[in-house]
Nanobody, 132 residues
Framework: QVQLVESGGALVQPGGSLTLSCTAS????????VGWFRQAPGKEREGVSC?????????NNPSVKDRFTISRDSTKNNLIYLQMNDLKPEDTGVYYC????????????????????????WGKGTLVNVSS
């Protein structure tokens, strides 16, 4: 059984930084396309930052471009991170990591934007609250 577990969510002031982590059991994350998604209160879930399985290509939501960075911990194989800098109140939400090994998404951008087509595995989320 595959499980993804996020950690690192916290209350942080605007302009601050935070690093989220996602670890997996039952799945080697290096063998999957991975991504971070978020759901703000009263809004639909959206893709934040996604990373392709083998090409290394990544896609960032324009709202977080140059502020957020997704990465893998290749030495351990089973960790992905989301480094978040210059956080804004509108970044508040529950952040989820997800992984997909299917061919349903032709590009990493497609996965991030059209994740509602179905991702193979989801974590339960971690709350990020950006507030003064």
């Amino acid at each position: 059984q595959v499980q993804l577990v996020e950690s690192g969510g916290a209350l942080v002031q605007p302009g601050g930084s935070l690093t989220l982590s996602c670890t997996a059991s039952g799945l080697i994350l290096d063998h999957a396309a991975v991504g971070w998604f978020r759901q703000a209160p009263g809004k639909e879930r959206e893709g934040v930052s996604c990373l392709a399985r083998t090409s290394g290509r990544l896609y960032n939501n324009p709202s977080v471009k140059d502020r957020f960075t997704i990465s893998r911990d290749s030495t351990k194989n089973n960790l992905i991170y989301l480094q978040m800098n210059d956080l804004k109140p509108e970044d508040t939400g529950v952040y989820y990591c997800a992984a997909d090994r299917s061919p349903r998404f032709p590009t990493v951008q497609s996965m991030c934007v059209n994740h509602q087509w179905g991702m193979d595995y989801w974590g339960k989320g971690t709350l990020v609250n950006v507030s003064s």
